[in-house]
């Protein structure tokens, strides 16, 4: 049986790698059942909400999105739509692969990049500070870290490298100068790793440095975990060692539902040209299938994927060609065979 999917075409550039991605599925012969919702501007068209109840209730019925990039609208009213997605499903995972597929300054990167997803900075709690006639004379947000938060972050880490027979486990942290809060996600970290001593091999850097020992020899790390901003900013970081934005997948997950997008945003740049690499949202949505057991078809999809790009004969402008999103599609198709 068909298994049902939500999927969330999005803004600027994702409707068009949302088509092209459902037709490399559908190449494949992925037994899913599509189910189509609107969020972000889309969502405002139709529904004057960004993330209107139908779609939310989609995804509580299926329990799986493949979501394209959504513009929040500016200014008051709106809600954030991520913030509301990871509340309303509790995606405290945010699980960001990357690996070379093409030899460049690198030749050998893999890395896997957890990121705590609910808690720290970007829990919303800001406020401005009045101080005399001046209304924003000083700002202050609040970093929230929690013992159950962060024990559940490194234990996803820490089972995920098992699953995916992976050797070690890199905590991030700034608890030199964070001594509460980062000093807590350190403190839970180490208890945790003991709990894998002789499975899972652990070591723990400090976030300026780890910035550094990744442009310079990121070979080295295998499973990365650390906290909210860390993770959203070490992740790019990561993905540009690896050929950019293009060909970046991410997945949120929670206790029972999981929602699959591509790290990079709406691109208005070069929205409606056709030349946006759909790549990011194709792996994503591997690892979609993985997520609903269709292993095999993931592979499959990613091998044709790889191969494309490799052959390079067929690539789109940020992987230095002249094809269309259309172009690099059918070429993928041609390989799944
Ligand atoms: P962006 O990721 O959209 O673009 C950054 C640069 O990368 C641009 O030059 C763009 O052309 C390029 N790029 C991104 N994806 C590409 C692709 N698939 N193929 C080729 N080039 C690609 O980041 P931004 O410009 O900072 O953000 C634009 C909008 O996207 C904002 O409204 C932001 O809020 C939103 N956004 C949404 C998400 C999400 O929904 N998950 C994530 C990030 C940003």
């Not at 060692?241 to 060909?247: D, E, F, M, Q, S």
Request: charged share 25%; proline share 4%; aromatic share 6%.
């Amino acid at each position: 049986m068909a298994t049902p999917v939500t999927l969330i075409p999005g803004d600027g550039i994702g409707p068009s790698i949302a088509d092209a991605t459902v037709r490399i599925l559908a190449a494949a012969g992925a037994d899913v059942e599509w189910d189509r919702q609107v969020a972000g501007m889309a969502g405002v068209a139709r529904w004057n909400d960004p993330i209107p109840d139908a779609t939310l209730d989609s995804i509580k019925r299926t329990r799986v999105a493949l979501k394209g990039p959504l513009e929040t609208p500016v200014g008051e009213g709106f809600r954030s739509i991520n913030v509301a997605l990871r509340k309303t499903f509790d995606l405290y995972a945010n699980v960001r692969p990357a690996h070379t597929i093409v030899p460049g300054r690198f030749d050998n990167v893999d890395i896997v990049l957890v990121r705590e997803n609910t808690e720290g900075l970007y829990i919303g709690v800001e406020h401005y500070v009045k101080i005399g006639d001046d209304p924003k004379a000083a700002a202050e947000s609040v970093a929230i870290i929690t013992r159950h938060g962060s024990e559940r972050i490194v234990r996803y880490a820490f089972d995920y490298a098992i699953a995916h027979n992976r050797q070690k486990v890199t905590l991030v942290h700034k608890a030199n100068i964070l001594k509460f809060s980062q000093g807590l996600f350190l403190d839970v970290g180490r208890l945790i790793a003991r709990e894998y001593e002789g499975r899972v091999h652990f070591e723990e850097r400090i976030i300026d440095a780890m910035a550094m020992h990744l442009v310079m020899r990121p070979e080295q790390f295998d499973v990365v975990v650390t906290t909210n901003l860390f993770g959203d900013i070490l992740s790019d970081e990561i993905s540009g060692l690896v050929g950019g934005l293009g060909l970046a997948p991410g997945a949120n997950f929670g206790t029972n539902t999981a929602i699959f997008e591509a790290v990079h945003g709406t691109a208005p740049d070069i929205a409606g040209r056709n030349i946006a690499n759909p790549g990011a949202l194709v792996l994503a949505a591997c690892m979609m299938l993985d997520h609903i057991g269709d292993r095999g078809r993931a592979e499959h999809i990613r091998h044709a994927f790889e191969g494309t790009i490799r052959d390079g004969a067929v690539l789109t402008r940020d992987l230095g060609g002249t094809s269309t999103t259309d172009e690099f599609t059918d070429a993928v198709i041609a390989r799944l065979g």
